[in-house]
């Protein structure tokens, strides 16, 4: 059964209050109005762009499947995000914008990056891969989180960036931004030795299901 518009921006979750940035990360099938033109979403846009701590906003359409919209925000704080969703005022309006773009069920979570609490550089590359990373069986948060924000592992974050999914113990997200589709995959294939024990000890602890986006920033 399909998810209506108006539930998209309804606290359907439980919020867990935190004054850090956080990455609003929406996913959902898109209309063929959004695949044609994708600035059918922007009324909805202009409105969110607006809303207290709302800062960057970018979207775009899934490479491998050219189906699935993705909606990309970095809010001051999950507070602010709440606060929007909480307006009986503004939200009818923001469900109105979104109908000609939102196609069917949606997922959306909260990522609380390190060691970039607003990885802007990885959102404005090319094409940017989103890395779901879900903890193995047996596996734990410190498994992950002690290689992943190891500076001596993945640096200052300009290579890339791990984030905490606020409403999912188990899962985290990986953000890198890349040249091109194809950079990747040279690199995954290469003969990187750093790479190659990366990969190697993620798969070790983590299952990972990988998608790659060209976004477009939102400009009102």
């Known amino acids: ?37 994708p600035t059918v979403i922007h009324p909805a846009l202009e409105i969110i762009s607006k809303a207290k701590g709302a800062r960057n906003i970018y979207h775009g ?8 919209a993705y909606l990309v925000i ?7 995000h709440h606060a929007l969703l909480s307006d009986k005022d503004i ?9 000609t773009s939102i196609g069917g069920p949606h997922n959306l979570v909260h990522v609380a990056f390190k ?28 498994d992950l989180e002690g290689f992943v924000w190891n500076p001596a592992v993945t640096g200052d974050g300009s290579q890339v960036v791990v984030g905490k999914v606020v409403e999912k113990e188990d899962q985290y997200v990986l953000l890198k931004g ?24 993620l ?15 939102y400009k009102a």
């Open 1 to 37: 059964m399909k998810t209506s518009t108006s539930r998209f921006y309804t606290p359907i979750f439980k919020f867990i209050m935190s004054s850090t940035v956080v990455v609003e990360l929406a996913t959902f099938p898109a209309t063929e109005a959004y695949k044609a033109d």
């Open 61 to 68: 359409l899934q490479y491998e499947d050219k189906a699935t």
């Open 74 to 80: 970095i809010w001051d704080s999950l507070e602010d």
């Open 91 to 99: 939200y009818p309006k923001i469900m109105e914008g979104f109908a």
């Open 115 to 142: 060691p970039l609490v607003a990885p802007i550089a990885h959102l404005t590359a090319p094409i940017s891969e989103f890395a779901v990373q879900t903890l193995k069986e047996g596996k734990t948060n410190a």
């Open 178 to 201: 890349w040249e091109s589709y194809e950079a990747h995959q040279n690199a995954r294939n290469g003969n990187d030795e750093n790479v190659k024990k990366f990969i190697t000890y």
């Open 203 to 217: 798969h070790t602890v983590v299952d990972t299901s990988v998608a790659h986006v060209p976004l477009k920033e």
